[in-house]
Nanobody, 122 residues
Framework: VQLQASGGGLVQAGGSLRLSCAASGRTFSRYAVGWFRQAPGKGREFVAG????????YFEDSVKGRFTVSRDYAKSTVYLQMNSLKPEDTAVYYC????????????????WGRGTLVTVSS
């Protein structure tokens, strides 16, 4: 499966952005999807993870209550809605996929899209 993340940009603190991750080649139906981010000078960290087919969504503690995920089954696209953005949310955001359950470690994911840069100004 090929993944393409988009929707990044520059936003002021307190603002919102919605990232998209579109799958091609295969549908997401058997997959779990993860969102990760990598801030400048830091390692890649987990943001959110969920099974495409439904069930629980897991969020990193710092984004709980501010970020949500959604799916468009017809478009094989998942979204990361980011609200109340903070400067510390600045990072390159990646979507990833794996067959099976969602994981919190980037090493658990087999397919990665190119990242999209989110910059939050103070």
């Amino acid at each position: 499966v090929q993944l393409q993340a988009s929707g990044g940009g520059l936003v002021q603190a307190g603002g919102s952005l919605r990232l998209s991750c579109a799958a091609s080649g295969r549908t997401f139906s058997r997959y779990a999807v993860g969102w990760f981010r990598q801030a400048p000078g830091k390692g890649r960290e987990f943001v959110a993870g969920f099974r495409w087919s439904g069930g629980s969504t897991y969020f990193e503690d710092s984004v709980k209550g501010r970020f949500t995920v959604s799916r468009d089954y017809a478009k094989s696209t998942v979204y990361l809605q980011m609200n109340s953005l903070k400067p510390e949310d600045t990072a390159v955001y990646y979507c990833a996929a794996r067959i099976g359950e969602a994981g919190r470690k980037d090493s658990e994911y087999d397919y990665w899209g190119r990242g999209t840069l989110v910059t939050v100004s103070s």
